[in-house]
Each structure stands twice: as C-alpha cells, then as structure tokens.
C-alpha cells in the first residue's frame, strides 16, 4: 500500500512555498546572503519546530522566511520543491506565496515573482510538473495593504491563477477582505481562502458567501454545522486538507481523531495536502501514508482523494481529462502487476 501511495500520480492544491523553505536550504540562504539565524545547528531546528498552535508555527515561520533575499534564492527554494513533487509522483500543483511577507521586508514583488516562475516553468520543462500560482494576502495586515497588494499584482497578472488568504485565522474573518477579493473577481482572478482551520464555521460560510471562493483551504471544522456540511457536499466545494499539519498545530491531538475520510465517506470533496512540508514533517506522500497509518485508508479512498485532486484543481476539463486517464493507467498497470 506504500508503495501504492507513493507511486500514485496525484495534485498537490494547498502548499505555501516558503512552507518548503527546509532547515538546510534555510542555512544555506543564511550564509551567502549574511543573514543571522537563532540557531546554531539543523538539530536546534528541529527542536524549534514544536508547535501549540497555528501563531506558534507562523511566527517561526515568518523568521526564517528572511533569508530569501534574492530572485536565485526564491528559485532555489521552489526548484527544491518541484524536485520532491518529481519524487513523490506529484504531477500537478497550485503553489501559495505570500507577497506580503518579503515586500514588507524591502524585497520586491518582481523579485519574488520572477524567481518563482522561473522555477516554475523549468519544472515543467525539465521536469514535466504542471503548476499554477496563487497568491496570498496575509490576513493578519489591513485590508489596505492587501488592496495595495493587489495592485502590485496587477503587471503580474499573467502569471497568476488566482489569490488566497492565509496567516492568523482567528480574529481576523473573511468579511475583512470583501472589497479587496471582489476587486480581484473584477480582475478574473478566481479565488481560494483558509477558513475552518482554527476559525469556526462560520467563517467558511463567509468565506463562501463574501469571498466567493471556489475552494476552501483546510475548512476541516465544517463539521460542526450540519447545513454547512451539506451544502459543501450538494456543490462539491473542494476542501483542501492538510493532515500532518492539522495534528503539529494540533486543530487534532492525534491522527486517528483526523475527520478527513470522515467527510470523504459523506461525499464532500475532500483533498490531500502538505501546506508546509519542511515545518510538519513530510510532503505530500508522508500525508497520505499518515492516513494509512492512523485511519487504515483503503486504496480505493486514496485513489478517490488522488481523483479529487486533479478535479479540484484550476486546470482546464482538457487538462485534468488528461490528468485522470494518468491516473486510471496507473491503476490498471497496478492490477495488472499484482
Ligand atoms: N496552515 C496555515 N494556515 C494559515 N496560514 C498559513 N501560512 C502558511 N501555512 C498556513
Ligand atoms: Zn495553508
């Protein structure tokens, strides 16, 4: 079955590439570009990466993202990630960043941007991965500064497949950002937001209702509203999961208590993750052996939750046609062979 999982092709929807920022490249980065780090060595790392909660994670988080300086740095960094999705059989995947987090630190739009595509366009040249964009406004800043943001986007436009909301949930609900996600419609730029990860149903509900979103990021505390649960299932609204990071930033104590097949078995459109691999603990194959684990996953809720992922994503029906026939060779080789 590990195997099985591993070799499985699949779509990653919910990954934050300074999420993929592992402890050695973060030295690395420290080094050449004469950045101070609070640690004296990767096992000090490690031990820092002990959280209670999602602004426990986010404030290191947000420290270790300064030693991206330059454009080669941000390539590096999402080069280092497509080189785990050719790995780990991930053959599609809609990548988050955060603008906000290095242009408040005087590093330039352009800078974080170019570096990414580039990346990401030898990721599909050299490696065969498809991947799209999405960006992010942190939630925990004002609305004027994601709409300043936005702005900034606008010559970038291209090069982007839609915009995200992530960063500090409580406290800080979608109806904060209505203007500025009705701006980014106006744009044609679909959007997603994390809601129901820390913060209650209620904010999944405005993030539907306000934001218009097509996806909902973790949304994993849909399940204390009924209605809510239903008419996820009714409109097949993805939710895009995250299982290892749901237990570090424990919104689970434990992986056996995860909901995620859960609400597979109801019907909703639930989808595997990593959201921040190099802080949780593994990327996307290390979630879905999790589940195998903890929760005896059957091969065919993996097969169903790889399905999810390609039709959740914001590929063309061409494009995620060609995606799903991938997958159903796959299977069919597997039969064969076993
Ligand atoms: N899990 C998460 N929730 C909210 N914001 C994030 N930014 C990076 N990871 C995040
Ligand atoms: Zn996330």
Known sequence: MIDFLAKMPKAELHLHIEGSLEPELMFELAQRNNIPLPYASLDEVRLAYQFESLQDFLDIYYASAAVLITEQDFYDLTWAYLKKCAEQNVVHSEIFFDPQTHTQRGISFKTVIHGISRALADGKSQLGISSLLIMCFLRHLSAE??????????????????????????????????????????????????????????????????????????????????????????????????????????????????????????????????????????????????????????????????????????????????????????????????
């Open 145 to 338: 500064e994601a709409m300043q943001t936005l702005v900034e986007a606008a010559p970038y436009k291209g090069q982007l497949a839609g915009v995200g909301l992530d960063s500090s949930e409580l406290g800080h609900p979608p109806e904060k950002f209505t203007e500025v996600f009705a701006m980014a419609a106006e744009m044609d730029l679909p959007a997603v937001a994390h809601a129901g990860e820390e913060g209650p149903a209620e904010y999944i509900w405005n993030a539907l209702k306000l934001l218009k979103v097509k996806r909902i990021d973790h949304g994993v505390r849909c399940v204390e509203d009924p209605e809510l649960v239903a008419i996820l299932r009714d409109k097949q609204i993805p939710l895009t999961v995250c299982p290892l990071s749901n237990t570090k930033l424990k919104v689970f104590e434990q992986m056996s208590q995860h909901n995620i097949l859960g609400l597979l078995e109801q019907g909703l459109n639930v989808t595997v993750n990593s959201d921040d691999p190099a802080y949780f603990g593994g990327y996307i194959n290390e979630n879905f052996i999790a589940l195998y684990r903890a929760l005896a996953m059957s091969q065919p809720q993996a097969v169903k939750l790889a399905q999810n992922s390609f039709n959740a994503s914001f590929l063309t029906d061409k494009e995620k046609q060609v995606l799903l026939a991938r997958l159903d060779d796959f299977i069919n080789r597997w039969q064969l062979e076993g």
